[in-house]
């Protein structure tokens, strides 16, 4: 089937504003990732869903970031009073069960946005 | 120190060359080992999983060292379109995949 889908693609905004993003997982994978990558940097792990369990949440920089995944399926990640520095590329993944078998993570092409 | 170093790069080889990566990681119960691939303003997508026995696929061998807490990639016979930067990536049962951050190489003709 399909691969991971994110949109939109780009979202330029204004600093204050907020913004939702959006992922469609790759069907029956039951794990779901977000990351940010600043321009020439390493990815930053921000989120993680696992079936019905608590989201890890560990890596979501301050209390402005939040993530839903509703369903099991698709995921928002929503950034509230934006800032210049959230400027990024937002980037989700997904993968099968990896409490049943460490499995590789398949990436969707991004979402960046640009927080004038 | 961070949970996933690389050699910082970035690497410029010529076509042909054999080009070597390095990575270490601090967790020890790290589970699972990838390379990953990331072209220029491009997402991640999987080279390699990198095994305790070590593995090669075509041009491309990885190997792990679990006493060292060392992976490493090799790459031969090197193609322009190997250009990218190569994440080394580890994860605990998928669930905290720590990604190192990268390794850019240049394949010039």
């Known amino acids: 089937g399909a691969g991971v889908s994110q949109s939109p693609s780009n979202k330029v905004t204004e600093k204050g504003k907020d913004v939702e993003l959006r992922c469609d997982p790759i069907?029956?994978?039951?794990?779901l990732y977000w990351y940010r990558q600043s321009l020439g940097q390493g990815l930053e792990f921000l989120i993680y869903?696992?079936?019905?369990?608590?989201?890890?949440k560990s890596g979501l920089p301050s209390d402005r970031f939040s993530a839903e995944r509703t369903g099991g399926s698709v995921s928002t990640l929503t950034i509230q009073r934006t800032q210049q520095e959230d400027s990024a590329v937002y980037l989700c993944?997904?993968?099968?069960?990896?409490?049943?078998?460490?499995?590789?993570?398949?990436f969707g092409p991004g979402t960046r946005l640009t927080v004038l | 120190r961070k949970e996933v170093e690389q050699d910082p790069g970035p690497f410029n080889v010529p076509e042909g060359a054999t080009v070597a990566f390095n990575c270490t990681y601090s967790?020890?119960?790290?589970?699972?080992f990838f390379w990953y691939r990331q072209d220029c303003r491009k997402e991640p997508k999987l080279l390699m999983s990198?095994?305790?026995s070590g593995n090669e696929d075509g041009r491309f061998t990885a190997q792990l060292n679990r006493a060292s807490q060392y992976i490493s990639l090799l790459i031969r016979d090197s193609k322009l379109s190997d250009s990218a930067t190569y994440l080394c990536?580890?994860?605990?049962?998928?669930?905290?995949?720590?990604f190192g951050p990268g390794t850019r190489l240049s394949v010039l003709p």
């Open positions: 993944a997904s993968s099968r069960d990896p409490m049943i078998d460490a499995d590789t993570q398949y």
């Open positions: 069907s029956g994978h039951t794990a």
């Open positions: 869903f696992q079936g019905n369990s608590a989201p890890d």
């Open positions: 967790n020890s119960a790290s589970q699972s």
């Open positions: 990198v095994y305790s």
């Open positions: 990536v580890v994860s605990n049962y998928g669930q905290n995949f720590v």
